[in-house]
């Protein structure tokens, strides 16, 4: 049995009876709602709350939390500034430093579900897909290729961000405000387990390492060497 999605029913919606209230109002009070607390501080109490309306009213526009993590979703990819060009490398260095920026500021984006968070579809979203997708094509490539380095860099954005994401929590957690700090909290652990010898690399990188706390630089140049990789293996004739 076929769904309408939420997409399609915003669409066909006649939302002038109700002025007052919007997809689009609902999405901005749960965006503020998760920047502030969390995903798991968004009811449908909290909400209506938010809104000064009655707990009822936004089913109106969704049926449950998930349209609402659609919304959101939805919402903060807008935000995103990708501009479309013909270049692929430029192009998918604009969309990771941009979703980076994304991820920074809305925190909980890594705290969507796996799947919501890989699979999502809504039209904000696809349409930074769409150019992306436009600017490798311009490569001459096949659509699988395509998608494949799509997929590929946005796999790393993804895990990039959630480790800086992570990271900066724990800070939180600890009360860390700079790296020293944290390297401070952690030294129990790291100086014993270092001290056992069994990581000589790890412990090289502890004391020679100088952009320790470059979060930007470490994001940069891994994703110059996945672009690098892509831009080689393009250069490459496959066998056959």
Do not use: C
Not at 112 to 135: G, Q, W
């Amino acid at each position: 049995m076929l769904v309408t999605s939420l997409w399609e029913r915003l669409e066909q919606a006649d939302n002038s009876a109700r002025p007052s209230l919007s997809a689009r109002r609902i999405a901005e009070a749960a965006v503020s709602i998760a920047d502030a607390d969390g995903l798991e501080a968004i009811t449908m109490r909290r909400l209506a709350a938010e809104l000064g309306v009655a707990p009822m009213a936004a089913y109106r526009y969704v049926s449950d939390k998930n349209e609402i993590l659609e919304l959101m979703v939805d919402l903060v990819y807008g935000q995103a500034d990708i501009p479309q060009g013909e270049d692929w490398r430029q192009t998918m260095r604009a969309l990771a430093l941009g979703m980076r920026a994304l991820v920074l500021k809305h925190t909980w984006l890594t705290q969507l579900p796996a799947a919501r968070a890989a699979f999502e579809l809504t039209p904000n979203r696809l349409t930074l897909a769409e150019r992306t997708l436009a600017a490798i094509r311009g490569a001459d490539l096949d659509v699988d290729t395509a998608m494949s380095i799509f997929r590929t860099v946005t796999a790393y954005i993804h895990g990039a961000t959630s480790a800086e994401v992570g990271l900066r929590q724990l800070s939180t957690e600890r009360g860390w405000v700079s790296g020293d700090e944290a390297r401070a909290g952690l030294s129990g652990q790291m100086t014993w387990l270092l001290g056992t010898g069994r990581y000589p690399e790890f412990a090289r990188y502890t004391r020679e390492a100088v952009r320790k706390d470059d979060l930007l630089w470490q994001f940069e140049t891994g994703l110059e060497h996945v672009l690098d990789g892509i831009a080689l293996r393009l250069a490459t004739p496959g066998p056959g």
